[in-house]
């Protein structure tokens, strides 16, 4: 049985769905899950002016904040967050910050990851979110697991092969072609976990041996 964290940052609750049905992919492929949010790094009166950034941070006080023991636990990992100029949001940013203790352990190394995003309009990021998320996993040694074009559905959710994405239209739930395709990334990320999970220990001890 693969162990999957899905680990993410969502401000009004998109994200936030699509975590759920990555989480919701892993299960239905066998893994055993923990779905964590990152710290709130915003002011609450910030938080306050917002609305729907107030009413999905209430909504969601039940979730529990991710930890580097959810890092060392997992096979796998989906990272999520919206896109901030193209780039990573500042709450996952310092959390993935936070990594280097086990980093240099090796203990994040040799293990699947992938990850999912999304922007207001149809070019505002996405793409390169998900790119600058994989240079982290690839410091790490990680073996990052990209949507690629592996199934038909993945057209329906617009496509992108590096992870799964979402255009924020305003609609509210997130589109079912999304949370489909967010679903199946699930469950791909969990059968890639459970293949190098199977081999993680001869694989470490192979790279650590000189070249012949």
């Given at each position: 049985?693969?162990?999957?964290?899905?680990?993410?940052?969502?401000?009004?609750?998109?994200?936030?769905?699509?975590?759920?049905?990555?989480?919701?992919?892993?299960?239905?492929?066998?893994?055993?899950?923990?779905?964590r949010?990152?710290?709130?790094?915003?002011p609450?009166?910030?938080?306050?002016?917002?609305?729907?950034?107030?009413?999905?941070?209430?909504?969601?006080?039940?979730?529990?904040?991710?930890?580097?023991?959810?890092?060392?636990?997992?096979?796998?990992?989906?990272?999520?967050?919206?896109?901030?100029?193209?780039?990573?949001?500042?709450?996952?940013k310092q959390?993935?910050?936070?990594?280097?203790?086990?980093?240099?352990?090796?203990?994040?190394?040799?293990?699947?990851?992938?990850?999912?995003?999304?922007?207001?309009?149809?070019?505002g990021?996405?793409?390169t979110?998900?790119?600058?998320?994989?240079n982290?996993?690839c410091?790490w040694?990680?073996?990052?697991v990209?949507?690629?074009?592996?199934?038909?559905?993945?057209?329906?959710?617009?496509?992108?092969?590096?992870?799964?994405?979402?255009?924020?239209?305003?609609?509210?739930?997130?589109?079912?072609?999304?949370?489909t395709?967010?679903?199946?990334?699930?469950?791909?990320?969990?059968?890639?976990?459970?293949?190098?999970?199977?081999?993680?220990?001869?694989l470490?001890?192979?790279?650590?041996?000189?070249p012949?």
């Amino acid at each position: 049985m693969a162990k999957i964290a899905v680990i993410y940052y969502s401000a009004t609750g998109h994200t936030f769905q699509i975590a759920k049905a990555y989480e919701e992919g892993a299960i239905a492929a066998g893994a055993e899950t923990r779905l964590r949010k990152v710290r709130e790094l915003a002011p609450d009166e910030a938080i306050a002016s917002n609305q729907g950034w107030y009413q999905h941070r209430l909504e969601t006080q039940h979730v529990p904040e991710a930890t580097m023991d959810d890092l060392e636990w997992a096979d796998g990992y989906a990272f999520g967050t919206p896109t901030r100029y193209g780039n990573v949001s500042a709450q996952l940013k310092q959390f993935l910050d936070t990594t280097g203790g086990l980093w240099a352990q090796g203990k994040l190394a040799n293990k699947a990851a992938t990850g999912f995003t999304g922007a207001g309009n149809a070019h505002g990021g996405q793409e390169t979110t998900l790119t600058t998320l994989y240079n982290v996993m690839c410091h790490w040694g990680a073996i990052v697991v990209p949507a690629g074009y592996t199934n038909q559905l993945l057209f329906a959710a617009g496509g992108n092969p590096y992870g799964v994405s979402y255009t924020d239209t305003g609609t509210n739930p997130i589109p079912g072609e999304i949370l489909t395709a967010a679903r199946y990334m699930g469950q791909r990320l969990t059968r890639v976990a459970e293949m190098i999970a199977a081999g993680r220990e001869r694989l470490a001890i192979e790279m650590s041996a000189a070249p012949a």
